[in-house]
């Protein structure tokens, strides 16, 4: 069974995933080494901002895969967290800095809420599938094809990156101090399959 029935304090994860068009140190590199360092300014944001997650909520996990594991409320602080890092921080694949065009775009979220809600339950997979030595990497560049194939923006997949790396970071600290055990990494797999990442990520 998934480990369940105990709250586990957790430091919100400040780091993102591997992704072509976003330079943050990667929460876990293409080859599969461990993250050595964090980006400064994700460090301090880490360490300043906490929330309860419920290691219960694994082992209620869906097998479709499409209930979540991190409760509303996280995923808002997962969402803000990700936003107050990213104008001037994130950097594109040319290696500049993603920077707003103008006061409104700088205030505004790059993504609809619902197109954000989808990367973090595609990210908590990742997380998922990084604990059980799973090919999470394919998982994620899975989900930053589709949103170029649907038409976002560069920006819009800076942020994508971001928060995906994010909310995979968060569920793999909750649960990295465990095993993941064959039965487990067995139900992992099936919920891979069920991915939403194969579904169009909400405009």
């Known amino acids: 069974m998934w480990p369940g029935g105990i709250f586990v304090k957790q430091t919100l994860a400040g780091e993102n995933g ?7 140190v990667p929460a876990c590199g293409l080859h599969g080494t461990r993250r050595k360092r964090r980006a400064p300014y994700l460090k301090r944001w880490a360490t300043t901002m906490h929330t309860f997650i419920s290691l219960c909520l694994l082992f209620s996990i869906s097998m479709t895969a499409s209930a979540g594991i991190l409760q509303q409320e996280h995923r808002e602080q997962l969402i803000q967290g990700a936003f107050a890092n990213f104008w001037g921080k994130a950097r594109l694949s040319n290696g500049n800095p993603v920077q707003p065009d103008n006061a409104a775009e700088r205030s505004t979220l790059p993504i609809s809420s619902a197109a954000a809600n989808h990367v973090i339950s595609v990210g908590e997979l990742s997380g ?3 604990w059980c030595g799973m090919d999470w990497q394919t998982h994620f560049l899975s989900l ?5 194939q649907q038409g976002f923006s560069e920006k819009q997949v800076a942020f994508i ?4 790396g994010v909310a995979q970071g968060n569920v793999y600290s909750a649960v990295q101090s465990k095993s ?3 039965e487990q ?3 992992a797999a099936k919920m891979l399959e069920a991915s939403p990442v194969k579904q169009a ?3």
Do not use: D, M, W, Y
């Not at 930053?144 to 170029?148: G, I, P, S, V």
């Open 201 to 203: 990520i909400p405009q």
């Open 18 to 24: 591997p992704n072509p068009s976003v330079k943050f």
């Open 144 to 148: 930053t094809a589709k949103a170029r």
């Open 161 to 164: 990156g971001l928060l995906h």
């Open 128 to 130: 998922i599938a990084e």
């Open 185 to 187: 990494k067995s139900r």
């Open 180 to 182: 993941c055990a064959a």
